[in-house]
């Protein structure tokens, strides 16, 4: 989708929390391109209004969904809310002939969601984006599943204070506060990863949308305490070789549990529908 040669692109934001923050900042000071920010909608209303109010006005804050997607301006809907975000507002965005930017990429591990929001998207003549988020090698990952992709692993190590808040490892009776040495809290699929830690491996669901399959990529979550940031190793097997690809990231600074290069990666994602000129797949 891309704008007319005389209007921007018009996007509205779903999710008002620390990436929408992000992200609503870098359209208003013009790092994204030319595109025009027109709603803000968050399930908690104080939260869009606190950040209308910190953008410095300008930008209308939705009293309800409906409102964007009555808006013919609004040409792009990003979500930035959570994965029941996702499954709650995903068809009707699409269906109403917008596209729909997606940064909680977990929820579509769900096959039947999948499926109904690839239909609502044929039929509204729009499409689903989906950033690279906070890895690095999606580009290498798709170009590969072209010819075959033998064996896929991603290693994810986090500061603990970063997964402490997990139910899943809260059901388990899985304490961190006291960790000393690197520990292992997760091994399994991506599609058991993104549902057990539904905020923190999202990219498992990029790279197994990219070409590895929710199935035939291998998760290792780790809480290592001698990490400040987060760092996500894949390893990349198949016909067209091998490929290791490790990125160091930089927590947000409003949000230790937000990568700062997801957020940085739906700006560009935003940048490239209203560039000439794109680099990568």
Do not use: W
Not at 138 to 153: F, P, S, T
């Amino acid at each position: 989708m891309s704008p007319s040669p005389t209007s921007p692109l018009g996007v509205s934001l779903l999710g008002c929390g620390e990436i929408g923050r992000i992200l609503a900042r870098a359209v208003r000071e013009g790092r994204a391109g030319r595109v025009q920010l027109r709603y803000l909608f968050d399930r908690d209303p104080g939260r869009s209004r606190r950040l209308a109010e910190e953008l410095g006005g300008g930008v209308r804050v939705a009293g309800s969904f409906s409102e964007i997607l009555s808006d013919p301006e609004t040409r792009v809907v990003v979500e930035a809310a959570s994965q029941a975000a996702v499954a709650e507002y995903g068809e009707e965005v699409l269906r109403s002939g917008k596209d729909l930017m997606v940064m909680s990429v977990g929820a579509l591990a769900d096959e039947d969601l999948l499926r109904r929001l690839r239909e609502a998207a044929a039929r509204g003549g729009s499409r689903i984006h989906i950033p690279s988020g906070s890895v690095l090698g999606v580009d290498g990952v798709k170009a590969a599943g072209l010819v075959g992709i033998r064996e896929a692993q991603l290693t994810t190590r986090k500061p603990p204070a970063a997964l402490a808040y997990s139910p899943y490892l809260k059901e388990r009776g899985v304490d961190l506060s006291h960790l000393k040495e690197p520990k292992v809290v997760f091994e399994g699929t991506a599609r058991e990863a993104v549902r057990a830690f539904p905020e923190s491996v999202n990219i498992a669901a990029t790279l197994a949308l990219a070409g590895v399959g929710f199935d035939g990529l291998r998760v290792r979550i780790i809480a290592d305490p001698t990490l400040d940031r987060n760092v996500h190793e894949l390893r990349v097997r198949g016909e067209a070789g091998e490929m290791v690809t490790v990125a160091r990231n930089v927590p947000s600074p409003g949000n230790p549990r937000t990568s700062y290069l997801a957020a940085l990666s739906a700006i560009m994602r935003l940048r490239d529908l209203v560039e000439t000129l794109l680099v990568g797949t």
